[in-house]
């Protein structure tokens, strides 16, 4: 069965730092998401993509945070300089053209800032 | 007003009971909804989905969705121990690629 994939699965990293995050999507799927969860708290929207464009961000997706199909196959998260509260778990979804509300959750990329 | 509200538990029930999620939201235009389980650690795990009112049944899972009441819940029947952990309810209103709103979750314990 297709799943999204992320790499790496965890990054620690000190403050001010640039980070990318990596996901791979489901192959026919053409939505893509990322979201990210604090530890002990929900799970929230970052930033949806489609069409090689952003389609929405939230208020948490700032300058800091930026996003990119560079070939056909990835989709990565960018945050340049990385803040403490940037800790969290980094979920990319993805979801597929004809029913493009239900998406699909990669495994998560754990990042640690210090 | 939270978006979505859910009943943080945990909510214990013994193995092979009934267990009765529930998650309520405050936009109306709100048009599809979502239980994903999450495994402490792990990712969300799509469950269910349903758009229309009335219940929408998966083997041992079904949702039951009422749009008047801006309600909607997830009963897991025959509960097993491998059915401990957070489900998630998460909303979304028709679009391009809408974003997914995630209640805070209802952790479940299924004890033997």
């Known amino acids: 069965e297709p799943e999204v994939t992320q790499t790496p699965s965890h990054q620690v990293t000190q403050m001010g730092q640039e980070v990318i995050l990596r996901c791979v999507p489901i192959?026919?799927?053409?939505?893509f998401y990322w979201y990210r969860q604090i530890l002990g708290q929900k799970v929230e929207f970052l930033v949806s993509f489609y069409n090689n464009e952003i389609s929405e961000k939230s208020e948490i997706f700032d300058d800091q945070f930026s996003v990119e199909r560079p070939d056909g196959s990835n989709f990565t998260l960018k945050i340049r300089s990385t803040k403490l509260e940037d800790s969290a778990m980094y979920f990319c979804a993805s979801s597929h053209r004809g029913n493009q509300e239900t998406q699909y959750f990669g495994p998560g990329t754990r990042l640690l800032v210090l | 007003q939270k978006e979505v509200e859910q009943n943080s538990g945990p909510l214990s029930v013994p193995e092979g009971a009934i267990a009765s999620l529930n998650c309520t939201y405050s936009d109306r235009g709100s048009q599809s909804f979502f239980w994903y389980r999450q495994y402490s650690g792990k990712s969300p795990e799509l469950i269910m989905f349903i758009y229309s009112n009335g219940d929408k049944e998966d083997g041992r899972f079904t949702a039951q969705l009422n749009k008047a009441s801006q309600y909607v819940s997830l009963l897991i029947r025959d509960s097993q121990p491998s059915d401990s952990a957070t489900y998630l309810c998460a909303v979304s209103k028709a679009g391009t690629a809408s974003k997914l709103t995630f209640g805070t979750g209802t952790r479940l314990q299924v004890t033997l």
């Open positions: 192959s026919n799927h053409l939505y």
